[in-house]
């Protein structure tokens, strides 16, 4: 038998061993996250009450939102507990060539179902949740009662 086609044992362990290295990496990933599941966590942070955690998932402007709101939250009288959502469907698109894209959630509190717009920018750091400035300008408008 020609044994010049056969390869050694120590060839197929090292096969293997480079395989289960290379899967590992792919299952552990670089730590960047799809954006429908950096709004996921974030989401469940925000109705869990830690702010903490999904200002991590935020752009500057995205944690002054939050800062905002958690404020306001604990200005609130009464419980601030919440059952964890249920994420029913989140639809992302491109809204520029910047790298923003608006998410479209669809959230079960358990009380109620409710759509909401979410904007996600793409980073350095991967996708993290951002809120944008209002597209138009908001305007005060006074009302004068008059006594009859």
């Known amino acids: 038998m020609n044994n010049r086609w ?7 362990r090292y096969a293997i061993w480079l395989l289960v290295v290379t899967g590992l990496g792919y299952a552990c990933g670089d730590g960047n996250l799809r954006k429908e599941e950096v709004l ?7 109705y869990q009450n830690d702010f903490a955690a999904a200002k991590a998932l935020c752009t500057p402007a995205g944690q002054a939102h939050l800062d905002a709101l958690e404020s306001i939250m604990a200005a ?3 419980s601030t507990e919440s ?7 989140i639809t992302c698109y491109p809204v520029n060539k910047t790298g923003s894209h608006a998410c479209s959630a669809i959230v079960n509190d358990g009380v109620e179902e409710t759509s909401k717009v979410y904007h ?3 980073t350095a750091a991967g996708w993290r949740v951002d809120q ?12 004068t009662i008059e006594k009859q």
């Open 132 to 143: 944008p400035p209002p597209d138009v300008e908001s305007t005060v408008t006074q009302e």
């Open 76 to 78: 609130a009288d009464g």
């Open 83 to 89: 059952s964890p959502p249920t994420i029913r469907a």
């Open 6 to 12: 056969l390869i050694p044992a120590s060839i197929y």
């Open 40 to 46: 996921t966590q974030y989401i469940e942070f925000v």
């Open 120 to 122: 996600l920018q793409e």
